[in-house]
């Protein structure tokens, strides 16, 4: 059997430090479980542009191509706000989406047992919450043309973006939805604005349609998007696998990770089209951000990224077993007590992204033997 390839994308700011402790896991995984994995890492984002003139160049982009998975972790900075777009860090999640075809986002929101107070919402509305929102990721109006600032006369200009769906990209999306809802509690919601966008009744239709072709056991409702996101801060837990485009997926998927209490825990995955062999691209990536103001402090919580890595042993490797090991580490060490500052909520003792790091790993000791 090969070896498993992971192109690893540390990024910038706290996405070194928070790829360090995965390294780690990775490391202890290889001298104890008796697997192995093809390690590549690389720059990306301001890291590389600063060194290679772009904010992903050429060569690392065929590498992900040519790798069964990748771990990326996180670009950006005030540094490079004066970037010519094209390059700039965001960039080159942009390029890895639409290169690898990375369709379908996963962005799990969960509320373990340990956390559950450091919600702002009330305990009883959160406690026990697990909702998936499946987002739709290389199409939408991120990617639609025309778009572009012109000038109209000497007094005024005019921004353009384009908002273009086909039925193909939304059946795909949709049956991920469909899919990962049948593995859970069998509910899709899926959200448009389809009372004032083309789109979003384009959207609603052709998700109904689907549904009753190859889905009626699943159930679904539609529901607007601007409705959802208020029902997400009202009562969370009516809702299972939300399924949503690419900008409202954005804004509903970040609404959906402050009802866990904090970014620092949430992990995403970004999946791409089955191939024959029945693999599929796929990029793993923490939600929160580069956080410059604390890189290089040691005071980032790596805890998103290391369940970025559950994902990836879960649904690019079936590594099931080993998926569930890490994740239930992760769970002892919060309820031990354990806190970075993100989510200290009264904690006695603040600890640092290695020391999380390290303690991770030594629940992994305690539950494997080992």
């Not at 929102?133 to 973006?161: M, N």
């Not at 190859?214 to 299972?240: G, T, W």
């Not at 239930?328 to 992204?353: E, H, M, P, W, Y």
Request: net charge negative.
């Amino acid at each position: 059997m090969s070896n498993k390839k992971i192109l690893i994308l540390p990024g910038d700011g706290i996405g070194n430090e928070v790829m360090a402790e995965v390294l780690k896991i990775i490391d202890w995984m290889e001298k104890t479980k008796s697997m192995s994995f093809d390690i590549s890492e690389r720059l990306v984002g301001g890291a590389a542009y600063d060194k290679e003139g772009n904010s992903i160049s050429d060569e690392t982009m065929q590498i992900a191509l040519d790798s069964d998975a990748v771990l990326f972790g996180a670009v950006g900075g005030s540094k490079w706000d004066n970037v010519e777009r094209e390059k700039r860090p965001e960039a080159a999640l942009l390029r890895l989406r639409k290169d690898l075809d990375l369709f379908a986002n996963l962005r799990p929101a969960v509320v373990l047992d340990a956390l559950a107070e450091s919600s702002t919402l009330k305990l009883d509305l959160v406690k026990g919450l697990d909702i998936l929102i499946v987002r739709e990721l290389t199409s939408g109006v991120y990617f639609g043309q025309p778009r572009g600032i012109s000038k109209i006369s000497d007094t005024e200009s005019k921004a353009i973006d384009t908002q273009v769906y086909t039925t193909s990209e939304i059946e795909r999306v949709s049956r991920v939805a469909f899919d990962l809802a049948k593995l859970r509690r069998n509910k899709v919601s899926s959200a448009e604005k389809s009372n004032v966008m083309e789109t979003g009744l384009f959207w609603r239709n052709i998700v109904t349609d689907l549904h009753k072709k190859e889905y009626a056991s699943v159930n679904l409702e539609h529901i607007l998007a601007d409705n959802c996101a208020m029902q997400l801060v009202r009562y969370p837990k009516q809702f299972d696998v939300i399924l949503t485009d690419n900008l409202f997926g954005d804004l509903l998927s970040d609404t959906a990770a402050m009802l866990t209490g904090s970014l620092g825990m949430l992990p995403s995955a970004s999946l791409g089209p089955l191939k024959e062999n029945g693999s599929r691209a796929a990029m793993y990536e923490p939600v929160h951000g580069s956080a410059p103001d604390i890189a290089g402090q040691s005071k980032a919580n790596p805890l998103a990224m290391v369940m970025s890595f559950a994902m990836m042993l879960k649904y690019s490797f079936d590594m099931q077993e080993d998926s569930k090991l890490v994740e239930k580490a992760v769970q002892n060490v919060l309820l031990k007590g354990l806190r970075t500052a993100d989510i200290k909520d009264g904690a006695k003792k603040i600890i640092s992204t290695k020391e999380m790091g390290d303690a991770v790993i030594q629940e992994l000791k305690i539950l494997s033997g080992n």
